[in-house]
């Protein structure tokens, strides 16, 4: 079973909607990374946070490590947006390992 | 572009060959690693160095042999792989290691085993 949960699996938006990612793990985590990739393959790291929020943008991060949840969401969304999110706890253990969701694939259309 | 390269690109072999997958990365980082994106699953750490030594391998099988003969390349030698092993391969570095620093994928290598 997959210690990371993402929601939705996919999601399809109107151009100009709130998008909400959900990501749920079990293990305990000093930080998570939030990545995108794009069609294609490449990989584009977007958020690393430990605690609270972060904002880039149009994309704005949030962790409650008591909760252990982390949401993504995306303002204004627009079809460059399109994507595969994917959430990635770094679990205990080893400095360098990153647990990966499945990731959820998002469609805007225009 | 991420400053990580890989070639090829793309790779198709048969299970009796043997093949290397390169990477490079321009951006002064210490550590790289290996990962696989089989389809459908997520991505799995496979190696990481860190200032060219081993310091994770995630259980990955003999036929995949890592090399890292310096801080901005990294090998993945193939040997007598299965059709099972084909997938996505990606290579990414960061400045450090730990769970603080950001990693930077490479474009990834599409291998395909016949």
């Known amino acids: 079973k997959n210690e990371v949960e993402q929601s939705p699996q996919n999601l399809t938006a109107q151009e100009g909607e709130f998008i909400t990612i959900n990501c749920s793990y079990s293990v305990g985590i000093s930080a998570l990374h939030w990545l995108q990739q794009h069609p294609g393959g490449g990989i584009v790291s977007l958020f690393m946070l430990s605690s609270g929020k972060k904002k880039h943008g149009r994309l704005i991060a949030t962790i409650n490590i008591q909760e252990k949840h982390s949401s993504l969401h995306i303002t204004a969304s627009h079809p460059r947006d399109s994507a595969v999110y994917i959430c990635?706890?770094?679990?205990?253990?080893?400095?360098?390992?990153?647990?990966f969701g499945k990731g959820t694939l998002l469609t805007v259309n225009p | 572009e991420t400053g990580v390269t890989q070639t090829p690109r793309h790779l198709v072999m048969g299970m009796t060959n043997k093949k290397s997958l390169k990477c490079e990365q321009h951006l002064g980082h210490n550590a790289m690693y290996w990962y696989k994106q089989s389809a459908k699953k997520p991505l799995e750490l496979m190696f990481v160095y860190s200032l060219e030594e081993r310091v994770e391998n995630n259980s990955v099988p003999s036929r995949f042999s890592p090399e890292c003969p310096n801080s901005s390349h990294l090998f993945l030698h193939l040997h007598t792989l299965q059709p099972e092993d084909s997938a996505l391969y990606l290579c990414?570095?960061?400045?450090?290691?730990?769970?603080?620093?950001?990693?930077?994928f490479g474009p990834g290598t599409r291998l395909t085993v016949l």
């Open positions: 990414a570095s960061s400045r450090g290691g730990g769970n603080t620093d950001t990693q930077y």
């Open positions: 990635a706890p770094h679990s205990g253990g080893s400095n360098y390992k990153l647990t």
